[in-house]
């Protein structure tokens, strides 16, 4: 199979379902500085082993999540492929503005989601900060934010919290179509599983 038709293979989801795939961008890097290695040319063989080999180092830096929903519009649209790596919170904690993937935390699985289930949202407070929403802005320690990325102003109000230790509060850029934070309040660092980098449109590998 071409390389074009695997990485096309790769991110296609199937039956619809987000899937967690191996990134598309590390696996073609490779074989720029493949071939100056001679020792790790495989017999012929052997190619199918390397190709795993590659294809599981990759999954274990960064990864592509198909976007299914419309909350993080206009950053990420349905359909768009997103690729999230997963070195930069083993040297940082996740800061304000990071958009990242998690795991969804046990009050969203009260209401029957997978435990497995990932989404992706922007960080807007870290540990120890007030946040608040008030006349549709979002005031993080009483400075108001000024979000460029953002969909619309928010139709809502939320009293001001304190995040605890351990914990990020994070929404969708589209503020009025998200279910985030607002709605089960403080996400467990622990439940991130990668960063955003980049993202890309099918059309792309077509």
Known sequence: MAVGGL?????????????????????????????????????ASDGFKLLLVLLLFSAALAEVRYIASSSMAPTLRPGDRAVAEKVTYFFRRPSIGDIVFFKVPPAVQNYGVNKDVVFI???????????????????????????????????????????????????GDNRNNSCDSRAWGPLPIDNIVGRYMTSFTRSSFQ
Request: charged share 15%.
């Open 121 to 171: 949202k922007r960080v807007l407070a870290t540990p120890g900060d007030f946040i608040e929403v008030r006349q549709g802005q979002l005031i993080v320690n009483g400075v108001v934010q000024k979000e460029h990325y953002t969909a619309s102003h928010a139709l809502y109000t939320m009293e001001a919290m304190r995040l605890p230790e351990g914990h990020v509060f994070v929404m």
């Open 7 to 43: 990485l096309r293979s790769l991110v296609s989801p199937a039956g619809g379902v987000a899937t967690w795939l191996p990134c598309h961008e590390l696996f073609a890097s490779w074989h720029h500085w493949l071939p100056s290695l001679p020792r790790l040319r495989p017999p």
